[in-house]
């Protein structure tokens, strides 16, 4: 099944990059780093959903509070059959059903996204009503290293503790950049993991890109004894697999031009 995954993500990442690059605007950055992660929880058995039937109750919900990495997550979901395929070409258009970022118009998407920072709250809320209601679905919840700045997170990390959420599967795109600089150099994350133990959430820390380390990760979800939230951190390229891009502050807004797209596109093969 690896040996799918990987090659699933790179189908990925190319159909992203052509969609992003017809609209001429997008965040490949953001959505490459968290490629595997996505492909991981959608095509490999972790998340419980039903593409025929986006609001059925049993699913598990999922919230992209990087919501800039919506790029990548609607390729995902055109291609599980949400919607259809057809709807990438009008990425961004005036009345286009896929906008920049996440919208819960849009089948598969649970909530308004954008303003970063609020996700993990909102998902937060979402698994404590699942536990009020007996409800046994999980809530998964991806945010990224730079909107974990932002005081809002370290307050739902302490609420979520507080309620004993062990529903709650976070992930952080470690990737180590925000929109203009590296994370360490505007507001020190580091040391994250200890930060998120101190917060009284169980933690792991994984290379983002390893379908292996991933699985091994989300492995027992389901039947996890500990009372706590999880975090699991994940090591991240942004910009992965386009290489004159990774790991750089301008992969978060800057798309390739010239003679950089065909050299894109070979990176992508």
């Not at 920072?117 to 730079?146: E, M, P, Q, R």
């Amino acid at each position: 099944m690896i040996e799918e995954l990987v090659k699933k993500a790179g189908e990925i990442r190319k159909q992203t990059f052509e969609m992003v690059m017809k609209a001429g605007k997008g965040h490949l950055g953001g959505s490459f780093s968290c490629t595997e992660i996505l492909v991981a929880l959608y095509y490999g058995k972790i998340l419980r959903f039903d593409s025929s039937n986006p609001r059925w109750e049993e699913r598990d919900r999922f919230i992209l509070s990087k919501a800039h990495g919506s790029n990548t997550l609607y390729v995902i979901l055109a291609d599980l059959g949400f919607y259809l395929a057809s709807e990438l070409s009008s990425f961004l258009d005036d009345g286009s059903l896929l906008s920049g970022h996440t919208d819960n118009r849009i089948p598969g998407v649970e909530i308004v996204g954008g303003s970063l920072g609020h996700g993990l709250g909102v998902a937060s809320g979402i698994a404590l009503g699942a536990k009020l209601s007996g409800k046994d679905y999980l809530t998964f919840a991806l945010i990224g290293d730079g909107e974990s700045q932002e005081g809002s997170i370290w307050e739902a990390a302490m609420f979520a503790s507080h309620h004993g959420l062990n529903n709650l599967i976070a992930v952080t795109d470690r990737n180590n950049l925000g929109s203009e600089d590296y994370t360490e150099n505007t507001a020190r994350l580091e040391p994250l993991a200890d930060k998120w133990r101190a917060f009284g959430w169980d933690v792991t820390s994984i290379d983002g890109h390893s379908f292996d380390e991933i699985f091994g990760a989300f492995k027992d979800v389901r039947t996890r004894q500990s009372s706590r939230p999880l975090m699991v951190i994940a090591r991240t390229i942004k910009g992965k697999g386009i290489s004159f891009l990774e790991n750089t502050p301008q992969s978060h807004h800057t798309l390739p031009t010239g003679q950089y797209i065909d050299r894109a596109r070979e990176d992508l093969k």
